[in-house]
């Protein structure tokens, strides 16, 4: 019986020692696993970005002149440049200075024909190549713009192009209205056009009194005034506009010395007064506009 006893405790303590053996395995597996995921999350990838340094390094290329290989003229200004930058900013500098077939790319200086606005601007155009910043206001954003245009800035030019369309009442204000709207609507830029051409409509009387007004294009202001949605207090106020638009293109014409001022402003008298709708105006106000011109 003591035999039978002591086998059953020595058999109880086995099964013991085995299930805390196997337990103590399962902990320490666990423990390796976890430590191998910490691990594995503690020595990732981690992307670190110095790109501000590099841009640093790019822009004192330009201010330090450093290893320029190239020197464009503008306005009689030389600019040190460098042609890796050019022609990666621009698809025309890189057609210019990289195809043999043009006499730039054999050349060390490069004579840039400019207006005068552009070549005002050329330096901060040209240095926006090296630091992707550059100050526009109402006064310097048409010729950056052009600038854009001619050389094929192409992340540059919708950035004026927003500016432009963010900014039309300032620039009505600052009587650059006109040429912005002439501009945008030759190359294209319609957005800023369009928006150009509802202010000149939905503030005819206002843009009227601007001093550009003058310099607006005889068939711009004709293709305006057929438009139904233009907004003036009646259509005594669109005859005074036109009125005032003439006077200031006989006026020009006299300063220019131009021949024939008479018979060009009959023309323009029978061309623009027949978009104004006479038949819109009250018998009293085709009565004073009667009485004025016999007077």
């Keep these: 019986m003591l035999e039978r006893v002591v086998v059953s405790m020595f058999r109880s303590a086995t099964r013991t020692d085995s299930q805390s053996s196997s337990t103590e395995k ?34 004192t290329l330009y201010t330090e002149k450093l290893m320029t290989d190239i020197c464009l003229v503008v306005g009689g200004i030389e600019y040190p440049a460098h042609r890796l930058i050019l022609c990666t900013s621009s698809d025309v500098f890189q057609v210019m200075l990289m195809d043999s077939r043009w006499s730039e790319s054999r050349e060390k200086r490069v ?16 240095k926006y190549f090296y630091t992707g910043r550059i100050k526009i206001n109402l006064q310097t954003i048409m010729p950056i713009l052009a600038l854009a245009d001619k050389y094929n800035v192409k992340e540059l030019t919708p950035l004026c192009v927003q ?3 963010d900014h039309i009442a300032h620039a009505a204000m600052n009587n650059e209205l006109i040429s912005w709207f002439h501009y ?3 190359l294209g830029h319609y957005q800023v056009a369009k928006g150009c051409q509802n202010f ?14 003058g310099s ?22 669109v005859y005074n506009c036109v009125v005032h638009w003439l006077n200031l ?16 402003m009959e023309s323009l008298v029978q ?11 009250t018998p009293r106000q085709l009565a004073e506009l009667l009485l004025s011109l016999l007077l």
């Design 184 to 186: 945008t609507l030759a």
């Design 26 to 59: 399962m902990d320490t597996s666990i423990f390796n696993e976890k430590e191998s995921e910490m691990s594995s999350e503690t020595c990732g990838d981690i992307e670190i970005d110095n790109s501000n340094h590099v841009l640093l390094k790019i822009a």
């Design 111 to 126: 004579v840039l024909q400019e207006t005068l606005a552009c070549s005002a601007v050329f330096g901060e155009f040209l």
């Design 216 to 237: 607006l294009h005889h068939e711009l202001l004709g293709k305006l005034l057929q438009q139904n949605d233009v907004v003036v207090q009646n259509e005594m106020a």
């Design 163 to 165: 500016y432009m369309c």
């Design 271 to 281: 061309d623009m007064m027949s978009h104004v709708r006479f038949p819109m105006m």
């Design 249 to 264: 293109q006989k006026q020009q014409m006299i300063e220019d010395s131009e021949p024939q001022v008479d018979a060009c």
């Design 200 to 213: 000149i409509k939905w503030n005819l009387e206002l843009i009227s009194k601007t001093s550009d007004f």
